[in-house]
């Protein structure tokens, strides 16, 4: 996951009036989405030579990665 630093908290409360707390949350939540997005893509690139297979782990993967 991306290391969120203080200098990324300060810049966005400067840009959103919020407080740091509040800052700091939204860039977890972002580095969240993020990493799901880059988990669901390479479950997207898994390729098996049994495609009832690939189906089904594709399947379980994406759900793990949303519910994480």
């Given at each position: 996951m991306k290391q969120i630093t203080a200098e990324d908290v300060k810049k966005l409360r400067e840009e959103?009036?919020?407080?740091l707390m509040a800052c700091h949350k939204i860039l977890l939540e972002r580095a969240t989405q993020e990493e799901k997005g880059e988990m669901l893509a390479k479950v997207r690139e898994l390729s098996?030579?049994?495609r009832r297979t690939e189906r089904l782990v594709k399947e379980i993967l994406t759900y793990l990665v949303r519910k994480a």
């Open positions: 959103s009036g919020e407080g098996f030579t049994d």
